[in-house]
């Protein structure tokens, strides 16, 4: 069902590869729509137990194609510097694979705006709730639950 990283010697071990999820600030979002296109977007999310939680508008292509195929694939890259040198790149990276869904339950979806909130927002506490007051009710959650999560990590020689 799921392949097998090809640079072995790259691989993480899943603790690693959470650790890397929950410090990246944004990942890439992959879906499948109903005429058969992939279709991936940048979005910021957080990672709390075995589940991912993203925001988005109430609305659009993303929601469409999590409508008509809940598989989905959450891709995340952290550190990634370009070496000249080498013709490479060092980066930490992650790769969920899971079923996404829109969070419905009113306490999940405010809990989850308040970890995304205090993730990327130090000390926003009462302009948290200001927003939730006016916006709360107009942002969609999506939570995917996580089934399977790959890390890969290629470092400095010193790092290893």
């Known amino acids: 069902m799921f392949q ?14 959470r ?32 589940h991912l939680y993203m925001h988005c508008a109430l609305k659009g292509h993303k929601l469409e194609n999590i409508a008509h195929e809940e598989r989905v694939s959450y891709c995340a890259v952290a550190n990634a510097t370009v070496v000249p040198s080498i013709f490479s790149t060092l980066y930490d990276s992650a790769i969920v694979f899971g079923r996404a869904s829109l969070v419905e ?19 926003c506490g009462e302009r948290f709730e200001d927003h939730m007051r006016q916006h709360g009710l107009s942002t969609a959650i999506i939570r995917i639950a996580i089934e399977r999560i790959t890390g890969k990590a290629h470092r400095p020689a010193s790092a290893a």
């Open 19 to 50: 650790e890397i999820l929950a410090r990246a600030e944004h990942g890439v979002l992959a879906t499948l729509g109903e005429d058969g296109w992939p279709y991936a977007v940048p979005l910021n999310h957080v990672l709390v137990g075995d």
């Open 105 to 123: 339950d009113a306490e999940e979806k405010r809990s989850a705006l308040k970890l995304l909130a205090e993730r990327f927002c130090e000390n």
């Open 4 to 17: 097998e990283i090809r640079r072995r010697d790259r691989a993480l071990t899943e603790a690693e590869a």
